[in-house]
């Protein structure tokens, strides 16, 4: 195996800050690490070029869908607090549910395309009357409960009687546990992952009191990417899109067209035909995908010729400062709006620190999504 000067460094740099906290959870942390950059040397589709490209030696520590930047960026948050990727709470913990009075229900899926597990918040309020439902697809090394916790995206739903089902991605698809949102086959309607996200949102649909016209996909990360895609393929099935920091629709078709994207080097995607209403999340100093991605986000959308833009700078208390760029259609209704977050990295804006590629000092995006989704018209 070839390792860079980067990885070197940066594995010296977890064994001193692992090393704290005692060998066996060095041994244990450095062991993965090595698997995983294996598991990135073997996995490749097409050699590397034996020059790389300026691009690609800039987009080599970045962390968010290919296993060795996502193994380089983990080991560059260990000793960070609240920065440790390996403490993210195991999928049965019940993290995401602390303190609350719903439930958070395990179940699983499967169709041809494959099986995935994913659990349903159900706010203590819902009788099986209608309600709405949002799909929460995690980042990579995420998982349920860790992406409930950091983003409380269920705190919001118990406030408005919502749904929540967040779909798990596993180690087999993905060993950083990424949604292969770069896979071709994963770019089209009833194929792959989106038709295995889409086969949780019907199954529960089926199982719950669903208001069908108010079902919603949000991502962070390789979710954000995957949600972008689940709306442009899936246009009758949801109402409304959020996107945080996450890339538009098949902005990469493999790996290293990936990293590209993720640098800001993608790309064009297709709109859908069916121009829905999205909602955009990205810091200005997110160094894993590149702030470029928000905006084509919001260029790549149908948009109505007669919209009206308005920019709405503000500032967080102690926090961020960010600016809210609002789309509205001829009838005043919200159809798209753009946050920046200044100062951010690739982090979820307003999060819990208790959960994984949280920043806490920016507005919450859960509760300007959830808002988005109850009012935007497409």
């Not at 070197?8 to 959870?25: D, E, F, I, K, N």
Request: net charge neutral; proline share 7%.
């Amino acid at each position: 195996m070839s390792f860079s000067k980067q990885f070197l460094a940066q594995m010296r740099a977890a064994t001193r800050s692992l090393m704290r906290r005692g060998p066996s959870v060095t041994r244990s942390v450095i062991r993965e690490s090595v698997k995983t950059a294996t598991v990135m040397r073997t996995a490749g589709a097409r050699p590397a070029p034996s020059t790389p490209t300026p691009a690609q030696k800039a987009a080599s520590n970045q962390a968010s869908y290919d296993p060795f930047s996502d193994m380089l960026a983990d080991l560059s948050r260990i000793g960070q607090p609240g920065g440790n990727p390996f403490n993210a709470p195991p999928l049965s913990t019940g993290a995401g549910v602390l303190g609350l009075p719903g439930q958070f229900i395990d179940a699983s899926y499967a169709n041809e395309a494959g099986a995935r597990e994913y659990k349903v918040y159900i706010p203590s309020t819902y009788t099986g009357t209608a309600a709405p439902l949002l799909v929460m697809l995690h980042g990579c090394t995420q998982n349920p409960d860790d992406f409930a916790l950091g983003t409380g995206m269920n705190g919001v739903a118990e406030e408005h009687g919502c749904l929540v089902v967040y779909p798990a991605q596993t180690q087999q698809a993905n060993h950083a546990r990424c949604w292969n949102w770069f896979n071709a086959v994963d770019q089209q309607r009833d194929q792959g992952e989106p038709s295995i996200i889409a086969g949780i949102t019907r199954d529960v649909m089926a199982r719950y009191a669903v208001d069908a016209a108010h079902v919603y996909v949000a991502g962070l990360s390789a979710g954000g990417a995957m949600a972008a895609i689940m709306g442009t393929l899936y246009p009758d099935l949801y109402a409304a899109v959020g996107v945080h920091s996450g890339l538009p629709f098949a902005a990469a078709h493999d790996l290293p067209t990936a990293l590209a994207a993720m640098k800001g080097d993608f790309r064009s995607g297709h709109a859908s035909t069916k121009a829905l209403p999205v909602i955009v999340f990205h810091g200005d100093r997110d160094t894993t995908v590149h702030p470029a991605n928000g905006d084509a986000l919001i260029a790549q959308r149908n948009r109505h010729p007669e919209e009206t833009v308005v920019v709405e700078p503000g500032t967080m208390p102690d926090g961020h400062a960010y600016t809210r760029t609002v789309h509205r259609l001829p009838d005043g209704a919200i159809h798209a709006e753009h946050w920046v977050v200044h100062g951010s990295g690739h982090a979820w804006s307003g999060g819990d620190a208790r959960g994984t590629y949280t920043d806490g000092k920016g507005p919450d995006a859960s509760r300007a999504m959830m808002r988005f989704f109850r009012t935007a018209h497409g």
